[in-house]
């Protein structure tokens, strides 16, 4: 969803369009690739449909403001049972961008509500995939009390009643340790 600034009437103007779904979950998997190693078992998050945009775009100069809102649903797994869950985010947009001629070399912006456009042309298709890859969460879970798995027999505690810890635990390597304990 490319807007071109020269050609935003005053006053600015709005957009609704759908996120391209490829591109959104390709930079989603990229993102993950990236994350420290401590994370690397977090779900991984996929977009099922293309989420919806509305943005008001506007020129002020040379700055452009772009503001709105995004949401989609996606699909994921319970960070305790592994379960997949569908949930929906929805997140507000919110832009500041300046041309890139402005920009100062070696200057590193941390700000996510501020970025460049090339002075022409300005991706809105892109900035909406940033601020819905940042809405999603660390971790989700299925349900809040989510029981997990059991971790002797890995069965789905939600839905299945194992008796593995009513077993006594003689065969467990941890049964020693019990026994030292108690001496
Ligand atoms: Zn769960
Ligand atoms: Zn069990």
Redesign the pocket.
């Known amino acids: 969803m490319q807007v071109r600034v020269n050609d935003l009437p005053l006053g600015g103007k709005s957009f609704s369009f759908n996120v391209e779904i490829n591109s959104l979950n390709d930079r989603l998997s990229l993102a993950r690739e990236v994350a420290p190693d401590n994370q690397r078992l977090s779900p991984s998050f996929v977009f099922a449909e293309p989420p919806t945009v509305t943005v008001h775009v506007e020129l002020e100069g040379i700055t452009v403001f772009v503001k709105g809102e995004t949401s989609g649903n996606y699909k994921t797994q319970?960070a305790?049972?592994g379960?997949e869950v569908t949930k929906n985010t929805k997140t507000e947009i919110n832009m500041v961008l300046k041309p890139l001629s402005e920009e100062r070399k070696g200057e590193q912006v941390e700000d996510i509500n501020f970025g460049y456009y090339d002075g022409q042309m300005v991706d809105c298709g892109e900035i909406s995939e940033e601020f819905l890859i940042l809405s999603l969460p660390f971790i989700e879970?299925?349900?809040e009390d989510?029981k997990?798995l059991c971790s002797e027999c890995g069965g789905n505690l939600?839905t299945e009643k194992c008796l593995c810890s009513q077993k006594p635990k003689t065969d467990s390597p941890f049964a020693v340790l019990a026994k030292l304990k108690l001496q």
């Open positions: 319970c305790r049972c379960e879970l299925c349900q989510c997990g939600n």
